[in-house]
């Protein structure tokens, strides 16, 4: 894995932002050779994937009520498997292009994506669907994923070990900044974006709503002290489908909104759709997580003529929608404006009405001249050519599609480097190794003059997005093989709430030949053994293979990590030439068949954890170093 150093000097004068602390480290993994003990941090999949375990054909099957076997059996059995590396992609390159050495460090930062914060207990979250299916039914692998599975249980949970695992990964790989690409709720309830900000801010959570059952008793019902993130990262949002839909699909109708905060569990028409008209009939309750068993059971589902009265729960005003028209997520921003971490706002302005509300860009470092532009690209209530009750979609209205391009042009003349970020990705691959293009907007061709748009902003050479739960790398070359700076790569990084749950780590590097190097890492938080996110992690696995989304002899990891080279042109290789930070100290891991390699320039030190101190290896004299066998766990870096 690539990394970042520290050294004892001023940054060069192009960054112009602080001193660094004593010595700057470059580039660690978590080195394990032996037992598994699920102890530490894992820092990177370049270094080991979770995999998991094939199911045997005759193994009996689990029905999705039956959570207590997502653990137990062997569906959702994992193992730790060797690292991924899919080397340096040269396809945006003029043809001939040998590649370059990275030469310094421009910006490192993290991503979260959708993280689908759930509040289980709501009487409008329509467990039932997941809940009651048949185990082998293929229909099932086609529910809304967000309606049930056992991950519910423990969002708020899961996120604090992600955001712990940024704070230990800060301490040898400093981030910039980190951004959380859309889907922070689950169904655009107030509640649960307040979580995902409190666990943010490091809050006293309670993770359940309205009566709280089980809040001193059941372990993911209890109250608990969310870690939260170090003050020294800002982080930034972009806006999902989930932030404001009702379970990021449905506009949210009169009788959804009063649902959410009353008492009654949510009645709809039993033959569907999920949508209006079918959320808008009557015929079946959708049920609700009872807090106070361990497993938290779906109680209250059911055909309406099986229930003598309707069944109800304790409402909670803090249920409420977000978003009460879809044109205008003010309430969504808003929310932003009540944190304790940095940026106040989060990137968004107080106050915007109307569906540039979402919309807004940053410089990550004073006087590096790269730009973050953050694109709300989610559909709206009033956007033609969709159909009318299905919001899951992508979109750019002419306001927004106005604002971009003003936002690339402005980027464009001043000689920047640009992002972009948004939730639903824009033409991407239909897979990881499927390489045909597929829509994901509302409109094929809007979608298509959109790409054709960002080719004509040479700077732009990354969009990043989330949405479809799915780690997909997706080039995009310049349509003039004269003009090869104006290609750029889209990134799509998988949930935090399905399998693998992972966040990524981003290093921007520029190269020898003032080329452009996005490093990509998935990583899987850290947890310990046991844990509710340790559990969740189990959740995950078994839940894939028994909805039938993951195929039971399926053992991949599904991680993406790559080195995406980019063409710059000549007036910015001008720009950007002598900025950055050198890599003069950096450390990185070599898996080999003799065992792991340690490569550093410097002296190498290793630590036990994170927390610990650091020690001089003194049988590192020469590198690359041997990490001798047995050996436990240790975390390495390099130093001047």
């Known amino acids: 894995m690539r990394t970042c150093y520290r050294r004892k000097e001023k940054v060069c004068s192009s960054h112009g932002k602080r001193i660094l602390p004593l010595i700057q480290m470059v580039c660690i993994l978590v080195v394990l050779l032996h037992a598994i003990s699920g102890k530490g941090v894992e820092l990177g999949t370049r270094h080991k994937t979770i995999l998991p375990c094939a199911v045997a054909p005759e193994t009996p099957g689990v029905a999705p009520s039956n959570v207590a076997e997502y653990v137990t059996s062997a569906y959702g059995k994992w193992t730790w498997g060797p690292g991924t590396n899919e080397g340096q992609k040269l396809t945006l390159m003029p043809a001939g292009y040998a590649g370059a050495t990275n030469a310094a460090r421009l910006l490192s930062f993290f991503s979260l994506a959708d993280v689908h914060i759930t509040d289980k207990e709501s009487p409008a979250q329509v467990p039932y669907l997941g809940w009651s299916a048949t185990f082998g039914d293929p229909g099932i692998a086609n529910l809304n994923p967000s309606s049930y599975s056992p991950v519910v249980l423990d969002t708020t949970y899961r996120l604090d070990a992600a955001v712990k695992t940024i704070n230990e990964l800060h301490r040898i790989i400093p981030f910039d900044f980190g951004i959380v690409l859309g889907d922070m709720c689950n169904s655009g309830q107030y509640n649960e974006l307040r979580w995902f900000i409190d666990v943010m801010d490091g809050q006293y959570i309670t993770p359940s709503s309205g009566a709280h059952d089980g809040a001193d008793t059941i372990d993911y019902q209890k109250p608990f002290q969310a870690a939260g993130i170090n003050r020294s990262i800002p982080w930034y949002a972009v806006i999902g489908n989930h932030d404001q839909a009702w379970m990021g699909i449905g506009y949210p109708s009169d009788k959804i909104q009063q649902t959410m905060v009353s008492s009654n569990v949510l009645n709809i028409s039993p033959n569907g759709p999920l949508i209006p008209p079918g959320a808008d009939g009557a015929g079946m309750y959708v049920g609700v997580v009872d807090g106070s068993t361990p497993y938290g059971t779906v109680v209250k589902w059911g055909a309406t003529n099986l229930f003598d009265t309707p069944p109800t729960v304790v409402a909670d005003e803090d249920r409420r929608m977000l978003s009460t028209t879809l044109d205008s997520p003010t309430n969504f921003v808003n929310a932003f404006f009540a944190t304790t971490s940095q940026p106040v706002g989060h990137g968004f302005t107080n106050g915007i009405n109307g569906s540039l509300a979402a919309c807004y860009s940053f410089e990550p470092l004073t006087n590096l001249p790269v730009k973050v532009i953050v694109l709300d690209n989610t559909c709206k209530s009033d956007e033609p050519g969709h159909l009318a009750t299905f919001y899951g979609g992508g979109w750019v209205d002419a306001a927004r599609y106005n604002w971009l391009t003003n936002e690339l042009q402005e980027g464009q003349n001043a000689d920047q480097l640009m992002i972009l ?79 693998p749950q992972q966040m990524c780590a981003w290093e921007i590097i520029r190269n020898s030949d003032n080329s452009i190097s996005i490093l990509t890492t998935s990583v899987d938080p850290a947890v310990d053994e046991r844990s509710l996110a340790w559990r969740s992690r189990a959740y995950g696995i078994a839940t894939e293979r028994i909805f039938g989304r993951l195929s039971q002899d399926d053992t991949s990891s599904r991680t993406y990590n790559a080195e995406l080279v980019v063409q710059l042109s000549p007036a910015m290789q001008t720009k950007i030439a002598d900025t950055g930070t050198s890599l003069a100290y950096r450390t990185y891991i070599d898996h080999t068949q003799a065992g792991i390699e340690v490569g550093f320039l410097g002296s190498l030190k290793s630590a036990d954890t994170l927390h610990g101190s650091w020690l001089d290896v003194p049988s590192a004299t020469n590198s690359p170093w041997r990490v001798p066998v047995p050996q436990e766990r240790q975390f390495f870096r390099a130093f001047k």
Do not use: K
């Not at 190794?433 to 054709?452: G, I, K, Q």
């Not at 732009?460 to 003009?483: E, W």
């Open 421 to 499: 970020a948004c939730h639903i990705p824009i033409l991407p691959y239909t897979s990881a190794t499927n390489m045909t293009r597929m829509n994901t907007f509302y409109d094929p061709v809007s979608e298509t003059n959109l790409v054709a748009t960002l080719h004509a902003y040479p700077n732009l050479i990354l969009v990043m997005a989330g949405h479809r739960h799915q780690n997909v790398v997706t080039p995009f070359p310049s349509p003039d093989p004269d003009c090869p700076e104006r290609g750029f790569w889209q990134v799509e990084t998988v949930s935090m709430r399905e399998f």
